[in-house]
T-cell receptor
Framework: TQLLEQSPQFLSIQEGENLTVYCNSSSVFSSLQWYRQEPGEGPVLLVTVVTGGEVKKLKRLTFQFGDARKDSSLHITAAQPGDTGLYLCAGENTNAGKSTFGDGTTLTVKP | DAGVIQSPRHEVTEMGQEVTLRCKPISGHDYLFWYRQTMMRGLELLIYFNNNVPIDDSGMPEDRFSAKMPNASFSTLKIQPSEPRDSAVYFC??????????FGPGTRLTVL
């Protein structure tokens, strides 16, 4: 079973601060997804990264896939209270149709 | 597009009762996943289907759990008999390729 470790587990910051959360594994993934989950709702897909070293931007969110495709990071610039939620990464190591999810980082952005 | 539809949204039942959770995937999605989420264990994959066929049920906790997908637009997850430790939020997700998944709103199950 491939494991995805996310860090930190919890993060509480003030509005306007920058932050980075991490998703690490010893396994190589063919693709990796980031999701955000708000209380009482299901996870919502934010982005997919496929190529080693790939960087994708989604407004104030920057996602990077490691060169070896074993790890990824999510950087948020000037965090806002609306960014509050559980951030989950998920990796697919084959084209078998199944992904492994990390335990997530719970982010709280205080106004 | 209505997205993934799950019912009921909340279910409260007593230990020993049968519970059936329902899911309607997004039309055209060939993959359907059932997950369970708790604070202690996070998001756990229970089972997934491809083209209505169960592919991997290794995450199903025990024989009390069963899942079916009789057609491309409907799936059920059944727990019989239910136990308090089954209390969790159960999510259904669907996907075109398997990796990019679209989740439903979940069913919050409480077993007393």
């Amino acid at each position: 079973t491939q494991l995805l470790e996310q860090s930190p587990q919890f993060l509480s910051i003030q509005e306007g601060e920058n932050l980075t959360v991490y998703c690490n594994s010893s396994s190589v993934f063919s693709s990796l997804q980031w999701y955000r989950q708000e209380p009482g709702e299901g996870p919502v897909l934010l982005v997919t990264v496929v190529t080693g070293g790939e960087v994708k931007k989604l407004k104030r969110l920057t996602f990077q896939f490691g060169d070896a495709r074993k790890d990824s990071s999510l950087h948020i610039t000037a965090a806002q209270p609306g960014d509050t939620g559980l951030y989950l990464c998920a990796g697919e190591n084959t084209n078998a149709g199944k992904s492994t999810f990390g335990d997530g980082t719970t982010l709280t952005v205080k106004p | 597009d209505a997205g993934v539809i799950q019912s009921p949204r909340h279910e409260v039942t007593e230990m020993g009762q049968e519970v059936t959770l329902r899911c309607k995937p997004i039309s055209g999605h060939d993959y359907l996943f059932w997950y369970r989420q708790t604070m202690m264990r996070g998001l756990e994959l229970l089972i997934y289907f491809n083209n209505n066929v169960p592919i991997d049920d290794s995450g199903m906790p025990e024989d009390r759990f069963s899942a079916k997908m009789p057609n491309a637009s409907f799936s059920t997850l059944k727990i019989q008999p239910s136990e308090p430790r089954d209390s969790a939020v159960y999510f259904c997700a669907s996907s075109v390729s398997g990796n990019e998944q679209f989740f439903g709103p979940g069913t919050r199950l409480t077993v007393l």
